[in-house]
């Protein structure tokens, strides 16, 4: 769906207009616009390329069939908002690490990023720095681990 020679995906460009439960990224896109796939409701699972190092705003706000994320440890920063209200996500993935995972480079979660998630354990990192407001307000998370660093 999205081809290889893409290297960014603009605002909103899927708001609301997603009918696949799956989306390649390709490894060529650095950058996801805000809002990009705000209220992409039939998404199920979706793996972010290497080369993406912040989840801005309303990225994924209001996929209420997200389930899984597979991402890597290069992100520095999620966005206000960019899974609120992802009902079912459970699984926020690294490869070759067992659990949820925040990525090691990452510093800031800002407000509501997580709001009314399905995730119930998360490990945090010794990077992060600073957790927004109602970050985790609403979601299932009955287990963290929050490092010194915050």
Known sequence: MIPESCTSIG??????RLSETTINIPESVT??????????????TLKLPSKVNH????????????NTITWHDNIESIG???????GN???????????NHLPDLCEVI?????????IEQ??????????????FYGSRL?????????
Do not use: M
């Open 11 to 16: 605002n909103y460009a899927f708001h609301g």
């Open 31 to 44: 950058l996801i616009g805000t809002g990009a796939f705000w209220d992409a409701d039939s998404l199920v």
């Open 55 to 66: 989840i801005l705003n309303d990225t994924f706000l209001h996929c209420g069939n997200l």
């Open 80 to 86: 206000s908002d960019a899974f609120r209200s992802c």
């Open 89 to 99: 996500l459970k699984n926020i993935l690294i490869e070759g690490k067992e659990g």
């Open 110 to 118: 800002y407000n509501k990023a997580f709001e009314s998630c399905g």
């Open 122 to 135: 998360l490990t945090l990192n010794n990077k992060l720095k600073s957790i927004g407001s109602r970050s």
């Open 142 to 150: 009955i287990e963290t681990v929050i490092p010194d660093s915050v």
